[in-house]
Nanobody, 115 residues
Framework: VQLVESGGGLVQAGGSLRLSCTAS????????MSWYRQVPGKERDWVAG????????SYVDLVKGRFTISRDNRKNMVYLQMNNLKPDDTAVYYC?????????WGQGTQVTVSS
């Protein structure tokens, strides 16, 4: 299982970023995919999830109405569109899949939102 995130960067408050995660090594279209984020010294927090068929998505309250998770099962990719970013969204963002009873993570992509 391999997950590779991209798309992070530095953006001003109110701006937007689109994160991407490329997955390989498992049957991508059969699994729930999630995004998490982590700031130094704190636990990694769940942000959003999407089911295998893209018929159901869920979000932590802090990002509802601002973030949108989506996936493309033909390309084995999952995305996180982040709008109206706030300084508190600054974190390393990770793609996640629970496969074979284990959590798998990418290397993360840094998102920094300046005020």
């Amino acid at each position: 299982v391999q997950l590779v995130e991209s798309g992070g960067g530095l953006v001003q408050a109110g701006g937007s970023l689109r994160l991407s995660c490329t997955a390989s090594g498992f049957s991508f279209s059969s699994y729930v995919m999630s995004w998490y984020r982590q700031v130094p010294g704190k636990e990694r927090d769940w942000v959003a999830g999407i089911n295998s068929a893209s018929t159901s998505t869920s979000y932590v309250d802090l990002v509802k109405g601002r973030f949108t998770i989506s996936r493309d099962n033909r390309k084995n990719m999952v995305y996180l569109q982040m709008n109206n970013l706030k300084p508190d969204d600054t974190a390393v963002y990770y793609c996640n899949v629970l496969w074979g009873g284990y959590d798998y993570w990418g290397q993360g992509t840094q998102v920094t939102v300046s005020s």
